[in-house]
């Protein structure tokens, strides 16, 4: 398990995709959704894409109820390649990834759930990504997350207290040698003290909206 450097984190054994699992994160920003809360708008206006993250946390914590999201099929072949590449990823490194739970902040209304917990204090974060997506990855320069995944890989380090985050892609359809990919991300502090800012600053706005609707 991490090592908290920041906070003292709590962490729930549960299985990811359960009921539990979901239960865990509910009403919670999650740093999967991280980079959403840094998305920025046009000039000084909030993105389309914040405002709708914003809205459906609200959502959540007014019903108590989740939010389904329609699968894809870039979703089920995750969840379908995600135990092969976590098997590569023992295979290749002789590091074999242990089960993670979902962590929670002490005091923030923020979670994460890192797909292995590595010796050392690490994490793992897996993506099994699209051929384009992929090609891009293979093109990363080492200790590169793509942008897109920084705030999630550092919003784990964040809440778990990780040193580390190995970033792995994989996609079968290319050849042998270039069907994995795995990019180490290490703990950078200064990032993470500004996405702990920006996500606090997210949530007060929840609680300002949950307040307005309550009329209290």
Excluded at 27 to 46: C, D, P, Q
Excluded at 59 to 67: A, M, N, V
Excluded at 169 to 174: I, K, L, M
Aim: proline content about 6%.
């Amino acid at each position: 398990q991490g090592r908290s450097q920041e906070t003292d984190w709590q962490m729930i054994e549960v299985q990811q995709g359960t009921e539990q699992w979901f239960a865990a994160r509910l009403g919670r920003a999650s740093a999967s959704m991280f980079h959403a809360i840094l998305a920025k708008g046009r000039g000084k206006t909030e993105s389309v894409v914040r405002k709708r993250y914003r809205d459906q946390i609200v959502q959540e914590r007014l019903t108590g109820k989740r939010i389904e999201i329609e699968t894809n099929p870039a979703m089920e072949r995750g969840v379908r390649l995600e135990p092969v590449a976590r098997n590569l990823y023992w295979l290749k490194t002789g590091r074999k990834p242990k089960e993670a739970g979902v962590y929670l902040h002490p005091e923030l209304m923020a979670a994460a759930s890192p797909d292995g917990l590595l010796p050392d204090n690490g994490g793992l974060e897996i993506k099994c990504p699209g051929d384009k997506s992929h090609t891009d990855y293979l093109n990363l320069p080492p200790f590169t997350p793509p942008e897109r995944y920084a705030p999630q890989v550092q919003g784990q380090m964040w809440l778990a207290g990780f040193d580390y985050v190995d970033f792995v892609s994989y996609n079968p359809d290319f050849p042998d040698e270039q069907q994995f990919v795995c990019r180490r991300i290490h703990r950078d502090n200064e990032y993470i003290a500004m996405l702990e800012s920006e996500v606090s600053r997210f949530l007060l706005e929840v609680d300002a909206d949950i307040h307005n609707f309550l009329g209290k």
